[in-house]
T-cell receptor, first 112, second 127 residues
Framework: GQSLEQPSEVTAVEGAIVQINCTYQTSGFYGLSWYQQHDGGAPTFLSYNGLDGLEETGRFSSFLSRSDSYGYLLLQELQMKDSASYFCAVTPFTGGGNKLTFGTGTQLKVEL | DVKVTQSSRYLVKRTGEKVFLECVQDMDHENMFWYRQDPGLGLRLIYFSYDVKMKEKGDIPEGYSVSREKKERFSLILESASTNQTSMYLC?????????????????WGQGWREQYFGPGTRLTVT
């Protein structure tokens, strides 16, 4: 099975850099994704790591290390609009590569 | 733009009632999913479907069933609602065909890249 752990809450100031960690225990997966969800909104896709290493998309970067069973989402130049919940998710080998198993979620609060 | 719609934003039902939650997507996606979201537990998969009339159990299927008679529509059914089914229910869809060509070309692991598109959610309260 899969189990993904994230810190429940992270607080940072506007303009700073913040890292949201995701540690997992899984029997095997294709890759690690990150989703963002604003209060009252639908989760939206941010990034995907199929290979180990860093993927960069604008202010957001995501990292995966399979040997360490660990990934993270890095948000730079934080803005107030980045206040949201962030979920990591793996695509397990089961389910034909179509389903996701989500982490517990991290609520990010950006302060002035 | 992909659009996933859910029949209600808020729903209040009584214990023992049969409850139907409907989800419709307009992008001809093969895969559809039902999740429930609870604080501190993240999103947990209830059921998913990869084709019409096909379904697979997710991680927490007990107390739920699903129906997919048409490609665009995926229904979640609570046969006899209970108070522990009070939750936010999220529907999502994804395409089997639509993996990033770049990822597919570069790596075997790219086939796992299936962006899921979520609906706005239904907050169900069972009293």
């Amino acid at each position: 099975g899969q189990s993904l752990e994230q810190p429940s809450e992270v607080t940072a100031v506007e303009g700073a850099i913040v890292q949201i960690n995701c540690t997992y225990q899984t029997s095997g997966f294709y890759g690690l994704s990150w989703y963002q969800q604003h209060d009252g909104g639908a989760p939206t896709f941010l990034s995907y790591n199929g290979l180990d290493g860093l993927e960069e998309t604008g202010r957001f970067s995501s990292f995966l290390s399979r040997s360490d069973s660990y990934g993270y989402l890095l948000l730079q130049e934080l803005q107030m609009k980045d206040s949201a919940s962030y979920f990591c998710a793996v695509t397990p080998f089961t389910g034909g590569g179509n389903k996701l198993t989500f982490g517990t979620g991290t609520q990010l609060k950006v302060e002035l | 733009d992909v659009k996933v719609t859910q029949s209600s934003r808020y729903l209040v039902k009584r214990t023992g009632e049969k409850v139907f939650l409907e989800c419709v997507q307009d992008m001809d996606h093969e895969n559809m999913f039902w999740y429930r979201q609870d604080p501190g537990l993240g999103l947990r998969l209830i059921y998913f479907s990869y084709d019409v009339k096909m379904k697979e159990k997710g991680d927490i299927p007990e107390g739920y069933s699903v129906s997919r008679e048409k490609k665009e529509r995926f229904s979640l059914i609570l046969e006899s609602a209970s108070t522990n089914q009070t939750s936010m229910y999220l529907c999502a869809s994804s395409s089997t065909r639509d993996s990033s060509p770049l990822y597919k070309a570069v790596t075997l692991w790219g086939q796992g890249w299936r962006e899921q598109y979520f609906g706005p959610g239904t907050r169900l309260t069972v009293t």
